[in-house]
């Protein structure tokens, strides 16, 4: 199945919903959350290098990904429509990124589209007032993926021996 309008979610549940609610002009497919993520190793975010960071498919992401790419190949417009919270904003910049990577959004509309409900009311609000991603909310994650490698995962062995029960 393929369609001129693309719409990216988190969850195989929401897609079917929103389809319903969008039509037969709109193919609409799951994420299944996060599809990259650091990698496992020292030297995933390089300080000395303005921060940049070095991504990775997650285990699980590789299918979806694939699915991603070749839906986006017959679509015109691009909606990526993860939940509407950094994470998701992440989750739509990452998706972005790969396909950006592969030459694959060349002459493609993309949009962020966010709503705080599912409801055919709702969906069909957000789709009329689409936006470009939120750079705030992308910088925001960044930010906190690394200052999770950079500090978190150094000192949460730390804490979890001097304080035993301790959570990070």
Do not use: C
Not at 54 to 83: C, F, M, T
Request: charged share 30%.
């Amino acid at each position: 199945m393929s369609a001129p309008n693309l719409v990216i979610v988190e969850s195989p549940a929401k897609a079917k919903t929103i389809h319903k609610y969008l039509g037969p002009d709109f193919e609409v497919i799951a994420s299944y959350g996060h599809v990259r993520d650091l990698v496992n190793k020292d030297g995933s975010v390089l300080p000395d290098e303005n921060f940049k960071m070095k991504w990775q498919l997650g285990e699980r992401a590789e299918k979806n990904v694939r699915e991603i790419k070749r839906a986006v190949k017959s679509a015109k417009n691009l909606y990526l429509a993860p939940d509407p919270d950094r994470e998701g904003e992440a989750i739509a910049w990452h998706i972005q990124e790969i396909l950006n990577d592969e030459n694959l959004l060349e002459g493609k509309n993309v949009k962020r589209v966010t709503f705080n409900e599912i409801t055919k009311s709702a969906v069909q609000e957000a789709f009329s007032h689409p936006r470009e991603l939120d750079v705030r909310l992308i910088d925001a994650y960044l930010a906190r993926r690394a200052l999770d490698y950079l500090v978190g995962f150094t000192l949460s062995p730390v804490l979890w021996r001097k304080l035993p029960g301790s959570r990070s």
